[in-house]
């Protein structure tokens, strides 16, 4: 499609208005500056700070380091009864078309979107949501694009991945680095133009170890531009994308050592340029539509105004899409999670077992309940990270990152246990459940892998609580002149040594009927808190190699980040009167429950006396297996099969 004014010209040559009210709900590329203030519900003001020294206000990174920022997460993202009614003006005939004219299993068979489809969400805009409308966008909001996230996910999975791999990665750099020539040059072409477009990391020996990539690009004498070499895989959209951004590392001048290093750059790169080839689409177990390819660069000349971003910066792009793009994963796992605890619902409503309806038999009430509660806080966590955004927040890394794991993974049980609720009729493919597990599974994989990124959440966060101690240690070195941060650390150290608590008090942002729930909370985060500085202590750098730990400090954090979304939630709905208050009171209160006893084992295992020796167990095993390249045991008959 070519943009011509508000108006559309289609690939068919059908002419076509752009949806008018769509141009109200608009939202900068470019980070806005941080809030200065944000208001705390009525009568909720107890106990809370009005200055901070710290310029850091992501909610997760500052419980790390042992205090509560409320900023971001209470109240709960409100969005005014004029963007609700355009979000549902634009959104409404996109749920309805999708639901109507897309058939998931008759596409998976084919092995690809009809092309209808696809014609009629670029006349709708879906591909340049979030593009502002100088560039041929639609100009909305984060909140918007995960409403969309939740109706996509509700219908098919593949089609998510084909919106999310083109916008929330494939073009974001341009929209989030790139020069003013750049965006008017490209992404016109990408978010009315019909153009499809793909992010181009992962390498046969660099998936998501992005310090590993090998593709190269060298400078030419002129300095004009860049002579490109190497093979990405598994990239989404790699077969029908008109424009790349590539990740090549490059040798660029040190400032600060005057020599010359190799370094990663991105690069806006054409399949028209001579050289750009792909392979055929993969055989993928699930979101079969997504077209997924390698990518090949063979001698691809690359003009020096196509890098994007700085030379050499090209890690901290590619780390920055990805983390900017994350959170729309959130929205459209919540949706899917919808459509599986509908479709078992159903089947339990109306299925007689032992003379007695399944709904009313206590396992399969505690299947669906926590399955409620999955879909309840993943959404939550969506339109938290998002509302965020939309405020123009910038610390937002370490929850989106959590939004992604925990949608991802909540998903794959829900609709698992949805099948099993189904039994036989679960396993068929009418029901549609096993394609929506095929497809989810590739979620836990997709935008960085869940094992890392555990890792990453755990390592960031105790980056910041370390700088925080290195801030006490150079305090103590001018005791006189910083009384102020040492008595009040002293104070906090103190009171968390004898099991007294010191302002980490949640209770003062919620609802009456969750205060409760927000101690116990409030106590998990102390637990993190105490944790993390005991690892400091007892590892210093060498907590880097912790693995064991990391993953439970991590997880710990996940469950936080979780509670923390559905207090903050739930509190809305009970301030607002919802209809559906009292339930969401019940499954935040039931959620804070188990989340806070997982919390608890967590970090029990953690300063436990026993844990090393089982780490030591669990890596020796590991190390055994890997040895005898599979099982070391025979079988009970002493066969040996190998």
């Avoid at 159903?346 to 396992?363: C, D, Y």
Wanted: one cysteine or more.
């Amino acid at each position: 499609m070519i943009r011509l004014g508000i108006h559309f010209i289609s690939r068919n040559g059908t002419h076509c208005q752009l949806m008018p009210l769509a141009r109200r709900l608009t939202v900068s590329a470019q980070p806005k500056e941080e809030p200065k203030d944000r208001s705390i519900r009525q009568g909720t003001t107890e106990n809370v700070r009005p200055e901070t020294r710290r310029t850091n206000t992501s909610f997760m990174s500052n419980v790390f380091r042992g205090e509560i920022e409320p900023i971001q997460v209470f109240p709960y993202p409100e969005q005014s009864d004029e963007q609700k009614d355009l979000i549902h003006t634009v959104m409404d005939p996109v749920y309805r078309f999708l639901r109507q004219e897309h058939d998931p299993l008759e596409a998976e068979r084919i092995g690809e979107a009809n092309p209808a489809t696809l014609d009629e969400m670029w006349r709708m805009g879906l591909f340049g949501m979030l593009a502002p409308e100088e560039y041929g966008g639609l100009g909305m909001t984060n909140t918007t694009y995960a409403h969309l996230g939740d109706i996509v996910g509700e219908v098919d999975l593949g089609l998510g991945v084909i919106i999310g791999a083109h916008q929330s990665i494939g073009y974001k750099g341009i929209l989030m680095y790139g020069t003013e020539e750049q965006k008017r040059k490209y992404l016109p072409q990408v978010t009315s133009g019909g153009n499809f477009s793909a992010f181009a990391l992962t390498e046969p020996g660099a998936g998501s170890d992005v310090s590993a990539v090998k593709t190269r690009a060298v400078k030419s004498g002129c300095g004009k531009y860049y002579t490109l070499n190497g093979t990405k895989i598994w990239i989404s959209g790699g077969g029908i994308a008109d424009v790349y951004t590539v990740f090549a590392r490059t040798e660029v001048l040190d400032d600060k050592t005057a020599t010359m290093k190799d370094k990663i750059t991105a690069f806006i790169v054409e399949r028209g340029f001579s050289g750009v080839t792909s392979g055929p689409p993969e055989n993928k177990m699930g979101i079969t539509i997504s077209n997924t390819t390698e990518v090949y660069f063979d001698d691809v000349k690359v003009p020096i105004e196509n890098v994007l971003g700085k030379e050499g910066d090209g890690f901290k792009v590619a780390v920055n899409i990805l983390n900017n793009g994350r959170f729309g994963m959130a929205g459209t796992m919540a949706g899917t999670m919808r459509i599986c605890i509908q479709k078992a619902v159903e089947h339990i409503n109306g299925r007689v077992q032992f003379g007695r309806k399944l709904r009313e038999f206590g396992n399969i009430q505690e299947k669906l309940a926590r399955m409620a509660m999955y879909q309840y806080v993943t959404q939550s966590m969506a339109f938290m990270v998002a509302g965020n955004m939309d405020a123009g927040y910038k610390d937002f890394i370490m929850e989106t990152t959590i939004s992604k794991i925990f949608a991802s993974e909540s998903a794959f049980t829900v609709c698992d246990e949805a099948i099993q609720i189904l039994g036989g009729n679960g396993f068929m493919k009418s029901t549609g459940l096993e394609k929506f597990l095929r497809d989810i599974r590739v979620f836990r994989i997709f935008e960085g892998a869940n094992d890392v990124l555990r890792m990453f959440v755990a390592l960031t966060g105790i980056q910041y609580a370390g700088s925080h101690l290195r801030e006490i240690q150079r305090a103590l070195q001018n005791p006189i002149g910083n009384l102020g941060i040492i008595f009040e650390e002293g104070s906090r150290r103190a009171a968390r040594t004898i099991g007294v608590k010191y302002g980490n008090d949640m209770s003062a942002y919620v609802a009456a009927p969750l205060k409760d729930s927000a101690k116990m909370c409030a106590d998990s985060a102390d637990m993190l808190a105490i944790a993390v500085e005991s690892a400091l202590v007892r590892h210093g750098k060498g907590i880097v190699e912790m693995q064991f730990v990391l993953k439970r400090l991590a997880d710990s954090a996940i469950d936080i980040y979780a509670m923390v979304c559905a207090l903050s939630r739930a509190s809305r709905a009970i301030e607002n009167d919802l209809p559906s208050a009292e339930h969401e009171i019940l499954m935040t209160t039931a959620w804070c429950v188990e989340a806070s006893e997982r919390v608890r084992l967590n970090i029990r295992q953690v300063n436990s006396g026993d844990f090393v020796p089982y780490c030591d167990m669990m890596s020796q095993i590991a190390s055994n297996v890997c040895d005898n390249e599979g099982v070391v045991q025979q079988l009970p008959l002493e066969m040996d099969l190998h």
